[in-house]
């Protein structure tokens, strides 16, 4: 039964993977929105059904109609998605409604949510979750006109307790932030339990501190608050202690709201008080870099060669934010991240490498301003972020996967540990689709570790430590039929989610596993 289950988890997952974060996060509002109309129906949740479905109708409305006339205007691509995600969020922190009055104050928090967007950005990004502008802007005018109501946050019922759940780790698991919601949710229940328990202290009521825990879980609003705000990535810093900093800060502000005036600062302030604090971290000062030389390492790969003309640190495995200004940019902005396929050691050279998508998908605005970027002319570097570096202790075995283009931030770490002089016990899967796309051979081949290929033809000149895994299917049992001993081993895996969702029963068998997932650019 056990293994039944792993096995249907597992699957699960392997399907999130191949759908975009984007989508996942909307599906699961959708699912919940559904749920929480069914429940409706045995007053399991506070609105009504007619409440729910005419006040989504109106959310959702008027985020795609001002996202669409934004988007015109500024001459971006429509994303149907990005309003409906707004519009769904919206739907759980304020309170349906079927008045007049309470509908326009609806109306009023989707377009201030959704001009936050882009009136509230820096260099193409959205500095705050839009929903949690919208609830506060509503909240403001309710200062001057109650009839317009105010956030409710009716979704912190025990009723939808178990589908936030469920839906939200399927997203967190898609945005990888599962750590950093659990330190959102212990250190805002640990708070709130805190202050409940004083308050009722100072009232001379003794109660159970284990029901008033379960209360608190299961009754409030930080399920959701945690896996669909504050887990968008768009909003959170770069680095894993930054993203712990601000899930303590929103914790600790949402489960002891500080009073501001007439307003407190818990729940959807709580969020942009992170989301400031997030800001502060990310900004960083330009190091700017010129472009040497582009290559071409396979059909698909594009090579670019810089010379950085700034001080610039970084550790192997490290990702770059690469900033291309260009008018007219899409809703992804004038920033990339692209990992870094050279060492701190051939600074002031640095190499970057990314995949071409295929003909048939629509270019970025990113992508057509990169590929006008002549020899000579000037960017800049935004940010070096990310934890996918190795373990400091030399004696611990490591296991590598990489799939296509994921092999960049192992060519970095490999180069540097081949210019230090350092001898580890390394073992490299590579996949690609095919033998031509096994881009950096010979950095790979330079650095005299064992190889695994697994690719649909047999790659010509292998070198003697390099084997062609023939006939042997990429999957968990796959991985353990190759690399015996994953269990004494540190494993970095660089690749789709879906393939990292794949292997997951043979890498949870390794000492740690660290993942670098990605998407294209």
Known sequence: MLTTLTSVWNRVFALLGRVSMYRVVYLALAALAVISLV?????????????????????????????????????????????????????????????????????????????????????????????????????????VWPVLGASSWWVGTPALALPVVVLGLAVLWRTEKIRVVAVFLVIAVAVALLRTGSQYQAAGVEVDGLTIFWQILWSSPFLFLGAFMLSEPLTLPPRRWQQFTVAAVVGVLAGWPIPVGALTLGQERALLVGNLVAFAFAVRTAVRLTLESRAEPSPTVKELTFRVQDRLSFVPGQYIELEVPHPHPDARGTRREFSIASAPADLPLLRVAF??????????????????????????????????????????????????????????????????????????????????????????????????????????????????????????????RVVPDIASRHAYISGPAGLIADLAPALERARSITTDAFSGY
């Open 39 to 143: 429940l409706s129906f045995f007053d399991l949740v506070s609105p009504d059904p007619l409440e729910l479905v005419v006040t989504l109708l109106v959310l959702a409305a008027v985020c795609a109609g001002v996202d669409a006339a934004a988007q015109s205007l500024l001459r971006l691509p429509w994303r149907i998605e990005s309003s409906l995600i707004t519009a769904h969020i919206l739907l759980f922190i304020l309170r349906p409604t079927l008045d007049v009055a309470g509908l326009a104050g609806i109306a009023l928090a989707a377009a201030a949510a959704s001009l936050s967007k882009y009136l509230l950005a820096w260099r193409g990004r959205h500095l705050f979750n839009p929903a949690a502008v919208g609830a506060t802007v509503l909240t403001l005018f309710s200062l």
């Open 355 to 480: 995949k071409e998508s295929s003909g048939s998908k629509p270019q970025s605005s990113f992508k057509k301003a990169l590929a006008r970027v002549s020899k000579g002319d000037r960017l800049a570097i935004t940010g070096v972020w990310g934890d996918f570096v190795l373990p400091k202790r030399d004696a611990a075995p490591i296991l590598m996967v990489a799939a296509g283009i994921g092999v960049t931030p192992f060519v970095s770490q490999l180069r540097q540990l081949r210019e230090s002089g350092a001898d580890r016990d390394i073992v490299l899967v590579y996949v690609a689709s095919d033998s031509s796309e096994l881009v950096y051979r010979a950095d790979l081949e330079a650095s005299g570790i064992p190889v695994l290929v697994f690719t649909r033809d047999r790659p010509s000149d292998l070198p003697p430590h390099w084997t062609w895994a023939r006939g042997v299917r990429l999957d968990a049992e796959g991985l353990l």
